[in-house]
């Protein structure tokens, strides 16, 4: 997340020592058992996938994806024959969104998969995440690739498996826009371009959620993921209700350092003024490795991201699907 770093000095709980990852190995509720076992009985998304796309954009092959570096490129180009092989179609004319920041040349990915009900259709929800990352950081035994497993390769795959997800069940009423971004590390520039760009086209947008670092999971006793800006819709409450079980809470530190103008959701909710949230399971004490060489594949839990993104697909699908927007601003 944008300024993260400045945030750990500020909280004074970054340290680059050992990881505090932690995994979920308590007893599930009877609400939890059931939730895990109408994930298992249904076709949705499998670990070996998401640990092979996440292997691959958070490999040293792509150098710490730089925006305008061949690293970023390699994810780009990844990002766009997954998008082709699974059928979905380019927004435009073709899957980069095209933008600069001075002398350097950005691309957004952006996938498109149009709703199946005739009104519908023309509502658009857009689930994004950041594909870039910082390209190096401080050496660590020789090692100055920051990899960016967790910022923001962990989004990334998720988006990317919902794509693939609804591209398969053609279970989505309104118009889906997957959205990966450049230049997040930058400022938020390649979000802050696509949002604008869509606003003057008048896409009629209905929410928008922007997946940051959602590799490694909260204390069991915490909520497993949050809403950043949680009070200014009824998102979570609405996502909640949708996955049947409290999915998404509310974390202090989130409004305290104000992470929801801190990241990719932000453009979107100042150009369109509608519910745009961030949703992560990164609390500032389970990963000590922000903008750090070790934010590596092997410091993910990809039995966590599994169970996340599946978890979440329920709550998408009534988000997607629901016949009125129910997700309102909270002044509305």
Not at 297 to 313: L, P, R, S, V
Request: charged letters at 25%.
């Amino acid at each position: 997340m944008k300024k993260i770093a400045y945030l750990f000095m500020l909280a004074g709980i970054f340290s680059c020592g050992t990881s505090k990852q932690l995994h979920v190995n308590s007893v599930k509720t009877p609400i939890e058992e059931k939730i895990t076992e109408d994930v298992s009985t249904k076709n949705h998304i499998d670990l070996a996938e998401i640990k092979s796309s996440l292997e691959y954009i958070a490999s040293d092959e792509l150098e710490g994806r730089n925006t305008g570096s061949k690293g970023i490129e390699k994810a780009a180009i990844y990002i766009e024959n997954f998008f082709k092989n699974n059928h979905i179609k380019p927004y435009f004319e073709t899957y980069r969104d095209t933008f600069n920041v001075k002398n350097i040349i950005g691309y957004n990915v952006v996938g498109y998969l149009e709703g199946n009900d005739p009104n519908l259709k023309n509502e658009f929800v857009i689930l994004g995440a950041h594909y870039d990352h910082i390209g190096t950081a401080k050496a660590v035994n020789g090692d100055t690739i920051a990899n960016g497993a967790n910022d923001d390769a962990s989004g990334t795959v998720a988006v990317m498996e919902w794509a693939k997800y609804f591209s398969k069940s053609k279970s989505n009423k309104r118009s889906v826009l997957f959205t990966l971004y450049a230049a997040e590390e930058m400022g938020l520039k390649g979000s802050g371009h696509l949002a604008e760009k869509l606003k003057v086209a008048n896409l009629n947008l209905y929410t928008m959620i922007n997946f940051e670092m959602i590799g490694v999971p909260r204390n069991p006793n915490e909520i497993m993921a949050y809403l950043t800006g949680f009070e200014n819709s009824n998102m979570a409450e609405t996502l909640n209700k949708y996955a049947g079980s409290e999915l998404i809470g509310f974390f202090p530190k989130a409004k305290e350092f104000k992470l929801f103008t801190r990241s990719d959701n932000y453009p979107f909710y100042k150009a369109f003024k509608v519910p745009a949230h961030a949703i992560s399971t990164f609390d500032f004490t389970n990963f000590d490795y922000y903008h750090h060489v070790d934010d590596e594949a092997d410091k993910m839990d990809f039995e966590h991201m599994t169970d996340f993104i599946n978890k979440m697909i329920p709550s998408l699908e009534g988000m997607i699907n629901a016949p009125t927007k129910e997700i309102k601003m909270t002044n509305e």
